[in-house]
């Protein structure tokens, strides 16, 4: 099969579980390293001509991720696009082997049983009520029906913003700052947080930076995700 991919956890999943297959892959598709693939533009903005010229026999893609209407150019293009939705971690698993092996007709992978147990493993500790910012300049925070919200309540941080009406809402950060946290969790990406940038919003709160292809990748990396995630939620002070 000839496979393009148009979400970077999903070029990961591809590509390590069977190499050669994947012959396109957007600007951020990071990993696995040395990846050698067409690159077709953004996820926001892929190159539909450019992915109509390699004629995969399979386009991978995700509801978030892609904008419908470059999905609905490439279904009118004639490609067999398949569609995922993952909103939490057991429908990152039922969509990982949707794509690998329904999409791809591949075998089950080993990684992929490697992360459901590694996460069946885990067993949280004492609740901590934080706020996971994703983007600042505005200020945007993880909000409800997230993937990643869903990995931090398995390891025993509850998302103050879990309830809000939106999945992405902009908050203030006076509001941020008095919503009663005891811990700001801070992805490096879709924004990169680091220690210079990002805690000093947050005076007196513990900052708890994470790694984001950890929190919000659905791929290879889940099966060490409890382990990295967990150790860089240990933090104190």
């Not at 190499?19 to 903005?45: E, F, M, Q, Y």
């Not at 209407?69 to 039922?94: M, Y």
């Not at 946290?181 to 513990?206: I, K, N, S």
Request: charged share 20%.
């Amino acid at each position: 099969m000839r496979v393009v991919s148009l979400v970077p956890s999903l070029t990961e999943a591809v590509a390590v579980t069977a190499p050669g297959l994947l012959v396109g892959a957007t600007d951020w598709c990071s990993h696995p390293a040395g990846l050698d693939a067409v690159r077709i533009g953004g996820t926001k903005n892929p190159d539909v001509a450019a992915i109509e010229a390699l004629a995969p026999d399979l386009v991978v893609a995700n509801e978030e991720e892609n904008r419908a209407a470059d999905l609905a150019a490439l279904g009118a293009a004639g490609l067999d696009v398949l569609v995922t939705e993952v909103r939490s971690l057991p429908q990152a698993f039922a969509e990982l082997e949707r794509v690998l092996v329904d999409g791809c007709g591949l075998a089950r992978p080993g990684w992929l049983d490697a992360a459901e147990t590694a996460w069946a493993g885990v067993r949280a500790g004492a609740e901590r009520r934080a706020v996971v910012p994703v983007w600042r300049r505005p200020w945007m925070v993880l909000g409800r029906d997230t993937f990643a919200g869903d990995l931090l309540a398995r390891l025993g941080v509850r998302n103050l913003y879990a309830g809000h009406a939106e999945r992405y809402p902009r908050v203030g950060i006076d509001e941020l700052n008095a919503a009663g946290a005891e811990l700001v969790v801070l992805p490096d990406e879709p924004y990169r947080f680091t220690r210079e940038d990002g805690p000093e919003a947050f005076p007196g709160l513990p900052a708890a930076l994470v790694s984001g292809r950890h929190l919000t990748w659905y791929g290879p990396s889940l099966a060490e995700a409890p382990a990295v995630l967990g150790a860089a939620l240990r933090i104190s002070g």
